[in-house]
């Protein structure tokens, strides 16, 4: 029987140790999140034990391993291109079940090169792009029709991503092409700018999908994004304004169903969010597949979950449900 639940994941303590500047990582988990989802997981039944981070797993193994029966996953790491597969790569080592997408899904996911890569050869539209390994790579890569968004290859959270990250010129990007290489030590991808409606998906589900819903992100006085877009200082303490996607509309079904297809192309997964972006001609294109989404309660998974009739004690009981169900628990 399945009834102790312990939570892996990082706090703004574990990214202080890092040395790093704390702009640069931004994945810890903020107390009031973990609080609303230990407090949804024993709403359902489940006692809770709060580990930590995979180091911390890691250096008590013996003792929790006896402690708990399952694993909720909320570790992301820090800067790695691998950062995200860490966790559960420890987890399948020690035997021990755990929610969310397996080490493979992460990584892919969390690269964006090889994830539109993927979406390129299997017929999911994406914008196009350019990946440099450095800035020298400027000069010989063909570059895609300006404007370009200019974004780290391995980031999430909007890390990297600025007011001026839009850029227009060869100037301006090889500018910002080396001031997100000298920062941040990775590659770049520069992507074609969509102008348009930025639209967010929340699925939740294995084999069969138990939950899907879509919202649409809106400037703070409820315009679509049009030009603008989500950069590190917009987001930063900020859970953003979302309108909600009548089910009976065109987007929905066509955007629908290509999630569908990319969500199953990676199971398991259990739960995750996409990024659309609609371009002013009603053309589609999908920027990312988030297996590592949030589950802050102010925040896109919630909110879209929230606004498509799923309350947030719900959204994390059936996550626990599907999660349970895919290991036979």
Request: hydrophobic share 40%; proline share 5%; aromatic share 10%.
């Amino acid at each position: 029987m399945t009834r102790r639940i312990g939570l892996v994941y990082e706090t703004i303590e574990d990214a202080e140790k890092t040395g790093k500047n704390l702009s640069l990582l931004k994945h810890w988990r903020e107390p009031g999140e973990l609080e609303q989802i230990r407090e949804a997981v024993e709403k359902a039944g489940y006692q809770t034990r709060l580990i930590g981070s995979p180091s911390a797993l890691l250096e008590n193994m013996g003792a929790i391993r006896k402690e708990i029966d399952f694993i909720f996953n909320l570790s992301v790491g820090f800067i790695t291109r691998y950062r995200l597969g860490i966790a559960p790569a420890l987890y399948s080592l020690t035997g021990i079940p755990y929610s969310g997408a397996d080490p493979f899904t992460k990584i892919v996911t969390q690269n964006k090169h090889i994830l539109k890569s993927f979406w390129d050869k299997t017929g999911i539209p994406t914008p196009e792009w350019a990946y440099f390994e450095n800035p020298a790579g400027i000069e010989s890569t063909p570059i895609p029709e300006f404007p370009l968004i200019v974004k780290p290859a391995h980031e999430g959270t909007s890390i990297g991503i600025a007011e001026d990250s839009v850029v227009n010129s060869m100037a301006e990007l090889r500018k910002r092409v080396g001031a997100l290489f000298d920062t941040l030590r990775m590659p770049v991808i520069a992507e074609r700018f969509i102008a348009g409606q930025e639209i967010k998906v929340g699925m939740i589900g294995d084999n069969e999908i138990v939950f899907e819903g879509m919202a649409e992100n809106l400037t703070p006085d409820g315009k679509a994004m049009g030009g603008g877009f989500l950069h590190f200082d917009l987001k930063s303490g900020n859970t953003g304004t979302f309108g909600l996607v009548e089910r009976n509309s065109l987007k929905w079904s066509n955007i629908i169903e290509d999630c569908r297809k990319i969500y199953r192309s990676f199971l398991p997964v259990d739960f995750g969010t996409f990024d659309i972006r609609i371009d002013g001609n009603g053309n589609y294109y999908f920027l990312e597949f988030n297996t590592d989404a949030t589950l802050h309660p102010g925040r896109t998974m919630s909110r879209v979950c929230g606004l498509n009739g799923l309350d947030y004690d719900s959204m994390i009981g059936k996550i626990l449900a599907v999660s349970f169900a895919r290991w036979g628990l």
